[in-house]
Nanobody
Framework: QAQLVESGGGLVQAGDSLKLSCAASGRTFSTYTMGWFRQVPGKEREFVAAIRWSGGSTYYADSVKGRFTISRDSAKNTVYLQMNSLKPEDTAVYYC???????????????????WGQGTQVTVSS
């Protein structure tokens, strides 16, 4: 059974940085797309970023482009989300997920991901 465990969330001030980690175990992830999503209460889960494990191509939501960077460490089976210039509107629970296929039909849609972590809270104060 695949397992994803996020860490690195916390409370920071606007303009600060955080780096989230997602450690994967239990199944191979080397041929899949991995994604980061976020969710605030009462709203749908929102795409943040994705990376193709093979080749490392990256994709970002417009709201985080230029501020966030997704990366992976194959040796550690870990995906990262470096978040810079954080804004109060970045406050959310952040989840990592593995897509159902190497190239999901829609990498921004949570429906195309099958394994999810438990989430880590990121709070940005103004």
């Amino acid at each position: 059974q695949a397992q994803l465990v996020e860490s690195g969330g916390g409370l920071v001030q606007a303009g600060d940085s955080l780096k989230l980690s997602c450690a994967a175990s239990g199944r191979t992830f080397s041929t899949y797309t991995m994604g980061w999503f976020r969710q605030v209460p009462g709203k749908e889960r929102e795409f943040v970023a994705a990376i193709r494990w093979s080749g490392g191509s990256t994709y970002y939501a417009d709201s985080v482009k230029g501020r966030f960077t997704i990366s992976r460490d194959s040796a550690k089976n870990t995906v990262y989300l470096q978040m810079n210039s954080l804004k109060p509107e970045d406050t959310a629970v952040y989840y990592c997920a593995r897509a159902r296929t190497e190239i999901p039909y829609d990498r921004t849609n949570p429906r195309f991901y099958d394994y999810w972590g438990q989430g880590t809270q990121v709070t940005v104060s103004s």
